[in-house]
């Protein structure tokens, strides 16, 4: 049973009432239910009608809501308290956001004055790159960014790059590499040139494997082909809250940009995590996807949770996870731009809500986070939809798309969005025995073979969605949309009585492989099991 009792057993006996219910009943029955179950903020606009609720779902909801205190919750984040017990620390992803004039006191310290500091110098760096006054060691500007980093410190820059193209300096190219397979940074260096190339290293840490393994490739590569110790300044920066680790590496700290062990690594792209993002964009539209997102932090504190959009989508979440056993989401953006915002949106919930503890180290007694995936639309229409319409299970989805396009060309505009529209009407209204019937006799299909194909065209529909549409993908959209989403994981993570900000799961990946890597090194295995052993010894003969 949940910490809120009396709230979940009114939501579990009040689903008994959808068992029987269809969302085109429902939509029948209510001209004005678009009207009532759709609300705006940041120029999003969130349509959750398609969804098996009706007001009382909404007023229990809400309960839910009050009896977790999320109001109470988040002011405690937004104010500094220290809310990630298991690491002691403050959660203020929210303070990279606020405006230069705002001030919040943390232990005497005051954090806006920190964070606008160090925007500053990250700013004035940014801007030197972009006008070329940032020389490489030879004397050309730059003209490749590499952003060496992984999960928080490589999933927010890369998805907010890609999805504000549009606002990017065309002659800066951007490069992310993540992963330790040496293809990765090898593909990389095939294509920048000594001369024009600007490393950053991101590491909250700077302790990260992965990281700095393929920092220092990097760093070798500079030096075999023609650079040398003194020119590493000019081609390496770090991002950081460790300057030891960072000048040990051999980058001066003078080329650092600071943030705070209060910014978790998948909250941080609004710090200088972000100085990729700043380079592509420039500082002024930087500045709008802050503001953007400072926006969505008020709105989420200061508005009724009924016509508010994160704790809306989480309250939403918790009714099919907990109460119809929904396990996985989708997130289908169809914009191209948002190619790897259902990745980015993986790990910010998965690597928050992913967890069987409560904070208090007791059980957590309901379901908590579901698999979150996804692919843009409409490429995701003819690979895996067809198991959101006729699958066994029943999954919800995220649809989110802009009304107008960046690069308008013919119809293609308009046919994105029907086929957005068009899904998420289908997946409400399915289609009935007697319509396939229908349609089947209508094309002249043999009648004997009517009742078997018509069984295969049957769609059961009630298949809940909520579609985010805005006008325009912009940065400040986008800063908005990214707010919504972490604060609808915090909603959530409150209503489970889980510590969303810490990631146990992470820190144990990051030890596991030493052992192992150790024995590969050294030829030959240690103690395993016999599948572990078998493993490593095919490894070991394959690369003899
Ligand atoms: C994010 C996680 C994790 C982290 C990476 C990189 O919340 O903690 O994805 O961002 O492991 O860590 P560093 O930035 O310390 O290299």
């Keep these: 049973m949940s910490a809120h009792p009396n709230e979940w057993l009114a939501l579990e006996s009040h689903q008994r009432e959808f068992a029987t219910q269809h969302m085109r009943e429902l939509f029948a029955a209510d001209p004005g239910r678009f009207e009532r179950f759709s609300t705006q903020a940041c120029g999003i606009l969130l349509d959750f009608s398609k969804n098996r609720i009706n007001d009382t779902t909404m007023q229990l909801l809400a309960a839910l809501a009050e009896s977790a205190d999320i109001r109470g919750e988040a002011q405690r984040m937004f104010r500094g308290d220290r809310i990630n017990t298991t690491e002691d620390r403050s959660v203020l992803h929210t303070a990279l956001r606020l405006p230069a004039d705002a001030s919040l006191s943390v232990d005497g310290v005051d954090v806006v004055a920190q964070v606008h500091a160090v925007a500053e110098q990250t700013a004035a760096f940014t801007d030197r790159v972009r006008n070329g006054e940032w020389k490489g060691y030879s004397g050309k500007a730059i003209k490749h960014i590499v952003n060496i980093g992984i999960g928080g410190s490589d999933l927010g820059p890369l998805m907010v790059c890609e999805a504000l193209k549009p606002w990017q300096q065309r002659d800066l190219n951007f490069h992310f590499v993540s992963n330790v397979d040496g293809t990765h940074i090898s593909e990389v260096l095939k294509v920048i040139d000594i001369e024009s190339t600007l490393f950053i290293v991101a590491s909250k840490t700077f302790t990260t494997q992965e990281t700095l393994t393929n920092a220092h490739t990097a760093r070798q590569w500079f030096l075999d082909n023609g650079g040398n110790e003194d020119n590493i300044a000019r081609h390496f920066v770090a991002v950081s809250t460790n300057s030891e680790a960072v000048s040990e590496f051999g980058i001066d700290t003078d080329n650092m940009f600071r943030f705070w062990d209060w910014v978790g690594g998948r909250y941080s792209l609004w710090s200088s995590i972000g100085l990729s993002i700043r380079l592509s964009i420039g500082n002024e539209q930087f500045d709008n996807l802050l503001a953007g997102a400072h926006e969505m ?30 396990r996985s989401h989708v997130i289908a953006p169809y914009d191209q731009y948002l190619h790897r915002f259902a990745a980015y949106l993986q790990q910010l919930d998965m690597e928050s809500n992913g967890k069987a503890v409560q904070i208090d180290g007791s059980d957590c007694q309901v379901s908590s986070g579901p698999v979150i995936w996804g692919e843009p639309g409409t490429n995701g229409q003819h690979a895996f939809f067809q198991l959101l319409h006729q699958g066994t299970e029943l999954i919800t989805a995220d649809f989110i798309v802009a009304a107008k396009s960046q690069n308008p060309r013919g119809r293609h505009q ?89 990631q146990w799961g992470v820190e144990l990946g990051k030890a596991l492989a030493s052992n192992i890597l150790a024995e590969l090194e050294s030829g030959s295995a240690g103690e395993h099991d016999a599948s572990t052993i078998g493993l490593i010894n095919y490894s070991l003969s394959a690369n003899r």
């Excluded at 959009?309 to 099919?320: E, N, T």
């Excluded at 805005?470 to 990214?482: C, H, K, M, R, V």
């Design 414 to 502: 308009q046919m994105l969005l029907a086929n957005c529209i068009a899904q998420t009407e289908a997946l409400m209204r399915g289609k009935t025995l007697a319509e396939a019937e229908a349609e089947l006799t209508a094309a002249k299909v043999d009648s004997g073979k009517i009742p078997v194909l018509a069984r295969h065209k049957v769609f059961s529909g009630n298949r809940p969605t909520n579609t985010l549409i805005f006008e325009q993908l912009d940065p400040f959209t986008l800063g908005a949309l990214i707010a919504m989403y972490e604060h609808k994981v915090f909603v959530q993570g409150k209503i489970w009585g889980l510590n969303s900000f810490d």
């Design 297 to 326: 932090d008020r709105h989420f504190i200061e508005e009724e949770y009924t016509q508010n959009l994160p704790v809306i989508l989480a309250l939403l979440g918790v009714w099919y996870g907990n109460f119809f056993g929904v």
